[in-house]
Structures are given as structure tokens and as C-alpha cells.
């Protein structure tokens, strides 16, 4: 087990890596961070911002030897960081796992080989490729195997004419095709695993997005008792094949015969585990401390009922942020991210309101977002 006083670290260092560090630093850890950016939201908060890219042979040396464990806060880490990290301390998740999850063709080929269903798919890695599109469903999606988030990286295309164009759009970078569900909703699970297997779960969320970007998360989830069931067993298969150490999210479609795919995996905490930092006994964040350092998960129990609500840049008037609408109000918490320059579509901060059924957190959420835009 990692004593309090070690050096965890960072990489990337994001809003993901900030709320860790600030975790970590309650519990009596020291954090640094490895983030290539000069200004970044982890860097802020913690013990040391090592400011240098991921290929830096004598800044990772130094921060490989001085660190106790690694962990990662984006999935994009390049794994022959990860590997090279493994000589001086641990790395958690394994680098393994963090090139499974970053690669949507491997990932989506990996839960497949496991048994486990995912929308119908086909890898795309040239123009001929789309030649053998005669067994999809369309419409379908297109998507970059790699880098896309928050929707960005894909396109709904109705044919394959479609495919090829957005194909071409993209640079014809390796890409995957996957057919559209008829959605009745997504789910999503954050799990929690240390290096005896232990493994935790959250409270199942379920996710509202807006043009391709989380907007708002609620628990319970209101599906069926036996579908979030299923989904937490399926994400704990996941997990142990992957042998996957720290806190790990997947992501969940269920179409309109209450059937469960796969969408994605997330090697780390997740904007839908946000609502634990308010609603629960302890945060993801908390527990992901805990799982890296490899002590007994801490009990994930929500105590509340809770909707979180993304705060993008749209919410910013002149540069300034109607805090007023959320601190006058008892029920919410704010979480901004210290992010300086607010655009549109940016992630800025979340709020989350507590209540005690999920229709009232809901409706009291929607309501405050619906204030915060007005008055912005």
C-alpha cells in the first residue's frame, strides 16, 4: 500500500487531474502533474506542474523516479509513455488497458471478443473499405478510431456515398462505421478495482448528451433494476481481462427493446461520475486515489438522489459567469475547472443538485440550467 506523503502521479492535466489532485491532497498525498500545456487546470493545484511533451525522455525520468504510482487522466496518454514510466514506479491503469480504450477498433473488436454486445461495426482504413457496407443498417455513424470526444470526430451518414465523404472529410485517417441504435437510452458505470481485485461500482448514471456532449447525468438511473445489474457484471468482465488497476467508466446504449451494447470504454474517472462528489459517500476521485495506492474501496452508497449538469462556455456573458444563479441556491453545488478563455462547447465546470427522488433533482437541475442561460 502507497503511504500518504508519497508523490502520485498525473498525467494530463485537465479538470480530471485537478479534481484528483485535490482529492489526493485532502487525503495527505503530494500530486504532480505531467502536462505538456503551460497553463493547466491539474498544474494549478498541485505539488509540481512538470510542463514538457509526453516524449521527453528526461522529464519523464524524473518524474517516473520521484512518483510512487502514475495514473492518467485522458485516454490519449501515447502507451510508449506509459511503458517507459513502468521502469521507475507503477503505472495504473496498465498501459495495455489505455491502448485498448484509445483505439475505437480495438476496443470495440476487444468487448466483441469477450462475448459482450456492441452496435455492428466495421473498421475503416481505406476508401475500399466502404466497398463492404452491404450488411450495415443505415444510418449509420462514422467516427475517428481515435482522438474524437465530446462528438467531435464523427458524422451520421446515410449511405455509403455518405461514409466515403465524411471518410475523406476526415483525412482518411483509420476510422470505424458503426450502425445507429434505436436508443432509449445511455447508461453509464464507474467502476473501481485495486491491485488484490477488489472491485467497487457507483451508482449506475443515466446520460443526457447535447450535440454530442454530456449534458446531464441523474441516479438512480431509471432503468431497470436488472439491466444496471447486468451492466455493472459486464464492466466488472471488462475490468479483469484488462487487469485493470484505478477507476475505469463504461459508457452504455440501450435501444428500445431494453437490450445493453457497449459504447465505450474510459481508462479513468468520468464527467459521468461528477454527481459522486456531492451524492455520495466518497468521490470517484476519492476512490481513485484509493485504488492506486491499493487501499480497500471506500463505500460508493449514494445517500441522495442527483442530476449533474455540464456548464459549457456558453455560459459565459463578457467574460463573466452568472455564479449568483447557483450560489444563491441551497440545493446546488458548483465545480468550476479554472479554466481561463471560456469558449462555446467548452467544458468549464458542473453543478450538482441534490434532492430526495431523481424527478426532483431533475426538474430543479433543468431549471436552474434553463436560469444560468438566460442570465447569460
Known sequence: MIEPDSILGMLGGGQLGRMFALAAADMGYQVWVFDPNEHSPAGEVSARHIQANYDDYQAREEFGKACAVVTTEFENIPSNTLEYLQAYCEVCPNPNSVNVAQNRIREKSFVNDLGIPTSKFIAVNSQEDLNNTEHMCW????????????????????DSDAALRAFQSFGEVPCILEERINLQCEISVVLGRNKQGEVCFFPVARNEHKNGILHISSVPAKVPLELQTYACEIAQRIAEQLDYIGIMTVEYFVDQDNQLMVNEIAPRVHNSGHYSMDACHISQFEQQV??????????????????MVNILGDAWKDDKFPSAVLFNDVNVTLHLYGKSGAKPSRKMGHFNVVADNVDDALRHAQNVYKKMMSES
Open 290 to 307: 484509493r485504488m492506486i495506492c491499493d487501499w480497500t474501496p471506500a463505500d460508493t452508497q449514494n445517500y441522495c438522489a442527483v442530476a
Open 139 to 158: 444510418p449509420c455513424i462514422i467516427k475517428t478510431a481515435e482522438f474524437g470526444y465530446d462528438g467531435k470526430g464523427q458524422h451520421v451518414v446515410a
